[in-house]
T-cell receptor, first 114, second 110 residues
Framework: GAGVSQSPRYKVAKRGQDVALRCDPI?????LFWYQQALGQGPEFLTY????????KSGLPSDRFFAERPEGSVSTLKIQRTQQEDSAVYLC????????????FGPGTRLLVL | KQEVTQIPAALSVPEGENLVLNCSFT??????LQWFRQDPGKGLTSLLL?????REQTSGRLNASLDKSSGRSTLYIAASQPGDSATYLC?????????FGDGTTLTVKP
C-alpha cells in the first residue's frame, strides 16, 4: 500500500500499562506528525519530526508520552503508565518534504484504557 | 494560542443543495490552511490546501477561500450528494504545528 499505515488499529490497555503505537509513513516522506483526537473533537497536535529530528514536542501532554523516529522513517509513540484520560484515537500523518504541504493521514489507532 | 472555530457544528441538507462551511481562526500568522474530510472511524483526507499567499483553491465541486486578515475561510460545496456526508475539518499550520477546529458534520439526504 502507498498510504500511511498505523498499528495496532485498536488497543485496549489496563490503567498503568505501557503501550507503543507504530506509524509507517509514505515511503520517502520527510516529515511525520502525531495527533490525539478525542471523540467529537478535532485532532490535537502532539509532536512533529523532520527525518529523525524531533522539531516540536510541545503538544505532548505529559512526560509519560514519548515519540521517536530513529531512522527517519517508522515512528513509535509510547505512552507509559496509561491513564483513562489517554483514551483517544492517535493519528499519524506525513508530508513529502518539509511543512506547508498536504498532510496524508493514517487510519489511526484507537486506544481504550480501562 | 491559536484557536480555530467551525460553524455550524452540524448541518443537514437535501441532495443537490449548495452549501457553505465556515472556519475562523484567531492568529493570522499562518503558513497555510487545509480542509479535510473525515468519515466515521477513519483518518483524515485532505481536500484543499490554501497557502497563506493565496485567496482560494478549487477542486471539482469544492471551492475554498481564505481571508487571512479577517481570520476566516469558507468551504463551498456545490450540488451536494449523499456521498458528501462526513465531518469536515479545517486546520491552520504555523511552522509545522497544525491547529484543527472541531469540525462540521454534514448529512446530505437523498
Amino acid at each position: 500500500g502507498a498510504g500511511v499505515s498505523q498499528s495496532p488499529r485498536y488497543k485496549v490497555a489496563k490503567r498503568g500499562q505501557d503501550v507503543a503505537l507504530r506509524c509507517d509513513p509514505i515511503s520517502g516522506h520527510v516529515s511525520l506528525f502525531w495527533y490525539q483526537q478525542a471523540l467529537g473533537q478535532g485532532p490535537e497536535f502532539l509532536t512533529y519530526f523532520q527525518n529523525e529530528a524531533q522539531l516540536d514536542k510541545s503538544g505532548l501532554p505529559s512526560d509519560r508520552f514519548f515519540a521517536e523516529r530513529p531512522e527517519g522513517s517508522v515512528s513509535t509513540l509510547k505512552i507509559q503508565r496509561t491513564q483513562q484520560e489517554d483514551s483517544a484515537v492517535y493519528l499519524c500523518a506525513s508530508t513529502l518534504r518539509v511543512v506547508q504541504e498536504t498532510q496524508y493521514f493514517g487510519p489511526g489507532t484507537r486506544l481504550l484504557v480501562l | 494560542k491559536q484557536e480555530v472555530t467551525q460553524i455550524p457544528a452540524a448541518l443537514s441538507v437535501p441532495e443537490g443543495e449548495n452549501l457553505v462551511l465556515n472556519c475562523s481562526f484567531t492568529d493570522s500568522a499562518i503558513y497555510n490552511l487545509q480542509w479535510f474530510r473525515q468519515d466515521p472511524g477513519k483518518g483524515l483526507t485532505s481536500l484543499l490546501l490554501i497557502q497563506s499567499s493565496q485567496r482560494e483553491q478549487t477542486s471539482g465541486r469544492l471551492n475554498a477561500s481564505l481571508d487571512k486578515s479577517s481570520g476566516r475561510s469558507t468551504l463551498y460545496i456545490a450540488a451536494s450528494q449523499p456521498g458528501d456526508s462526513a465531518t469536515y475539518l479545517c486546520a491552520v499550520e504555523d511552522a509545522g504545528k497544525s491547529t484543527f477546529g472541531d469540525g462540521t458534520t454534514l448529512t446530505v439526504k437523498p
